[in-house]
């Protein structure tokens, strides 16, 4: 619920009834699901794009990614008239009392820095159509001190007179499960400079508050300056990839020494301040968040001149790196192939991969672990088919080289191998003895930790998670992962 003071907005004519007009500019997964969300919450909203066709979409209720309950909200908002989306910047600087900032922040091209030109291009075109007093909200995941150089953006470029200002409140979205952390987040972050501008994140916010009440919760607030209100992201995602890579590196450690890394985690997770969350081995992170926040959180560091503070984020994303290739390692000891030049070679092999997307529930193949492996398998000579219940369009046309099936059975086909290598749902509770029917070669490596290792067994699977070590009955002198 909302601070037990809570700035009034003056009457300068920014808001009606508390409620603020929102744009948001960039409509991409950020943009898009935020603009539906607050449409839903009951305010009035206007989506901003430069890409047309993206505009073309949304506004015939068409959500351009795959996002649970998302395009149901945003045509029942459609029809209620309370959002719509455009392509002008003129519309936008006329329609907002709140402009919000979610335009793509992606690692530079070279470097581990985040480029940020798509965050000069859009205060730069449109703080100078502004006409009245308002507040530019940035949303985005951006490197600390961002927030003090879009105020210095706006004032070369906005006229003075207007009192144009800049905070920032990052989101905490997280795919598969967005539309609830919009509407019903776990805590809100207002960095700010003035009364004013705190006053008016509270009424952009005022739909949250109420729908927690109504359901007698409460959303913790925390006002606080720019540099705090930027490095909480990241700091949150920093310390996410760590914990991942840290049971990652365990895997490896119990791998060498016999030790079970799933009771591991359980053992180490019974302690409050440790917790059981993050701690499955498997084969490590990806998406177009966690990764790239790293390397520019890293790359930040260093222009601070405390680069040191974060250099153990390189050993956390080089463990990421080292858990794909672990599983392909397994892949090759199993099916018994030869060494190359470059690293096993997997010719005459036939794999079934499952799973394509960074995570179940989900579009997105950006930096995807599951797509990494794929990628390597083919580039070693396998015969490689994937499956993948929403992410196929993507998956192809990130990586054309290999087949794609239109469903499991299909998939499975006559597979040497099989991979898990996303933990969807349908993965999870497919019929192992009907698998087991339609392959050649009855291994799977679980790369997800997510199947019932038991009852796969009990279907005459020889089953493989990373962190186990077992005997290969073929060899009693040669130990595997399992």
Known sequence: MPLPHTPSISADGLSRAGRPRLAFLGTGYLGATYAVCLAELGYDVLGFDPDASKIAHLAAGRVPFHEPGLQDLLRTNLAAGRLRFSTSLDEVAAFGDIHVVC????QRAGAMAADLSQVRSAITNLVPR??????????????VGTTAWIESLVADHADPGLGIEVAWSPEFLREGLAVNDVLRPDRVVFGVR??????????????????????????PVIVCDFATAELVKVAANAFLATKISFINAMAEVCEASGGDVELLAQAIGH????????????????????????????????????GEALRFLYEVDLINQRSRQRVVRLAATLLGCPDGPTGPDFAGTRIACLGATFKPDSDDVRDSPALSVIRTFAAAGAEVRVYDPRGTDNAREAVPEVAYAQSLADAVARADLLCVLTEWGEFREADPAALARLVRGHRVIDGRGCLD????????????TLGRRVKVQQDSARWLVR
């Open 103 to 106: 335009v793509g922040t992606p």
């Open 130 to 143: 502004i006409r009245r007093k308002a507040l530019i909200i940035g949303k985005s995941t951006v490197p």
């Open 194 to 219: 003035s009364d004013w501008a705190s006053a008016m994140l509270h009424a952009a916010h005022q739909g949250v508050f109420d729908l927690a009440a109504e359901e007698s919760r409460e959303v």
């Open 271 to 306: 302690d409050a301040r440790i917790g059981r969350q993050f701690l499955g081995a498997g084969i490590g992170f990806g998406g177009g968040c966690l990764p790239k926040d790293l390397r520019a959180f890293q790359a930040r560091a260093q222009e601070l001149g405390v």
């Open 453 to 464: 290792a038991a009852r796969w067994a009990a279907a005459g699977w020889d089953h493989h």
